[in-house]
Structure formats: C-alpha cells, structure tokens
C-alpha cells in the first residue's frame, strides 16, 4: 500500500468512530470512503455492531452487501442519523465540492436526508478556495452538449463531458457527467451553486454547501478530526 492509499484508510476507518449500534448511516462513495465501508462490515461481524446502511452508488452497493452491512432503501427511513462520505476538496468553511466518481446525485440525496455529514479526506483535498479540481454537474442525456455550452457562458470557463472510448460517461441514474475548469476561484459556493441549478438540464451539481458537520482528515502527521464550529455534531 502506497502513502496515498495508506491515508485514505487511515482517514476511513477512523470516521466509523461516529457510528454506534441502532445509528441508520448513509455510505458515501470513493476510494476513501471505501475503508470505512470495510471497518462497518468487519466491526458487523467481530463486534456485533447493529446498524442499517443506504449506499450512495451501486459500487458501494456492492461492496457494502459484500462486507455485510444490512441496506434499506432510503424512503423506507425517517431519515438518517449520519452520512460518511469522501470529498475531492473542501474548504475553511466546510465546503465541498464533490462528484469525481460521479455519485454526486444520489450522495447529495444521502446527505440532505441525514441528521449530520462526516467527510473522510487525506491532506490533498484540502484549499484555501475551491474550483482547482473542477465542479462535477450531472446533466440530462438529452441536448447534453447545449446544456455544457449554456454552462461554459455561464461560468466562463471549459466544461468538458466526461467521455470513454468515443462515448458519454453515464452515472448510475443514466445521466452525463460535466466537469466545469473554473479553476480556485469559488468565493461564494452558495451562489455558484445556484446559479448552475439553475440551467435547464442540469440534474445536479457537486457544490454540497452547509452540509459537513466533521472532516476526518488524514496528514502524514497523523490523523485529526475537524469540527465545523456551531456544526450538528
Ligand atoms: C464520488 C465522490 C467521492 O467521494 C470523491 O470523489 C472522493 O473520492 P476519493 O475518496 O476516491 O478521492 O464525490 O462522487
């Protein structure tokens, strides 16, 4: 296991410090969040944690009946008790922006149906000001090239489908997937991202503002937990 790799999982399993038994937890998406997926199953079978898990993508689907974790649908629940999920960058105030593995539709679901957010990071997602790592926006199949130079005036940068192979990128609710090049230049993440909503074809977009209560942040000094001041937990 490379450094990287090893921060990530410092950071993942640490977060699962949140979760006690009865807790009905959102499991977020990425390589990050992957560890804590595993530490909840191992913690299932060798300590007789009890909880229920609502996956943000079919990959963490997976994994997570793998390991053993018991999964509801979201609507059979009053709500969540905690969501833990990666992020691609966040910010002094707390902000995010995520959506590199493309989950961002259903982890924004997750997250705004849950009582607190827990994001588990490694050093490299934290700026000063987001925008160097792009805005994922998850947008409709249909006129999707219109919708991406609507968003390119818009912001006044390159927005770029993600391709493969020739081929629209599809999310797993059957939708393209942008990343606007605005570069670290977002002042006010509220505002952008209200301005992006608000461009017909745009499902969703990866700007989660107000929403991370605690990042579990992974340095090569250690691990350390940040508390948003007057957050929810
Ligand atoms: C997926 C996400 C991920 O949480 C984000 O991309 C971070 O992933 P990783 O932990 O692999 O860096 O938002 O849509």
Same mark, same amino acid.
């Given at each position: 296991m490379n450094d990287a790799e090893a921060l990530k999982k410092i950071a993942g399993e640490a977060a699962c410090e949140f979760v006690k038994t009865g807790m009905r937890v959102g499991l977020g998406t990425g390589s990050t969040v992957k560890y804590t997926v595993l530490e909840l199953g191992r913690r299932i079978a060798e300590e007789g944690l009890e909880i229920v898990g609502v996956p943000t993508s079919i990959a963490t689907q997976e994994l997570a009946s793998e390991v053993g974790i018991p999964l509801v649908q979201l @609507?059979?629940?009053?709500?969540?008790d905690i969501v833990i999920d990666g992020t691609d960058e966040f910010d002094p105030s707390f902000q995010l922006i995520k959506g590199g593995g493309a989950a961002l539709l259903r982890e924004k679901i997750v997250a705004q149906q849950s009582a607190a957010m827990v994001v588990v990071a490694d050093?490299?997602?934290?700026?000063?000001?987001?925008?160097a790592f792009g805005i994922p926006i998850e947008i409709t199949p249909f006129a999707c090239d219109v919708t991406v130079s609507v968003l390119a005036s818009l912001l006044n940068c390159q927005v770029e489908l993600r391709m493969s192979e020739s081929k629209h990128i599809l999310t797993d609710n059957g939708n393209c997937i942008a990343d606007a090049r605005? @570069?670290?230049?977002?002042?006010d993440p509220v505002a952008t991202e209200a301005s992006i909503l608000?461009?017909?074809?745009?499902?969703?977009?990866?700007?989660?503002?107000?929403?991370?209560?605690a990042i579990v942040l992974a340095t090569t000094d250690g691990v350390t937990t940040l508390m948003k001041p007057n957050g929810r937990l």
């Amino acid at each position: 296991m490379n450094d990287a790799e090893a921060l990530k999982k410092i950071a993942g399993e640490a977060a699962c410090e949140f979760v006690k038994t009865g807790m009905r937890v959102g499991l977020g998406t990425g390589s990050t969040v992957k560890y804590t997926v595993l530490e909840l199953g191992r913690r299932i079978a060798e300590e007789g944690l009890e909880i229920v898990g609502v996956p943000t993508s079919i990959a963490t689907q997976e994994l997570a009946s793998e390991v053993g974790i018991p999964l509801v649908q979201l @609507g059979s629940l009053d709500g969540l008790d905690i969501v833990i999920d990666g992020t691609d960058e966040f910010d002094p105030s707390f902000q995010l922006i995520k959506g590199g593995g493309a989950a961002l539709l259903r982890e924004k679901i997750v997250a705004q149906q849950s009582a607190a957010m827990v994001v588990v990071a490694d050093e490299r997602k934290q700026v000063d000001c987001l925008g160097a790592f792009g805005i994922p926006i998850e947008i409709t199949p249909f006129a999707c090239d219109v919708t991406v130079s609507v968003l390119a005036s818009l912001l006044n940068c390159q927005v770029e489908l993600r391709m493969s192979e020739s081929k629209h990128i599809l999310t797993d609710n059957g939708n393209c997937i942008a990343d606007a090049r605005i @570069g670290p230049t977002i002042t006010d993440p509220v505002a952008t991202e209200a301005s992006i909503l608000n461009v017909a074809g745009v499902v969703q977009v990866g700007l989660f503002n107000n929403m991370c209560d605690a990042i579990v942040l992974a340095t090569t000094d250690g691990v350390t937990t940040l508390m948003k001041p007057n957050g929810r937990l």
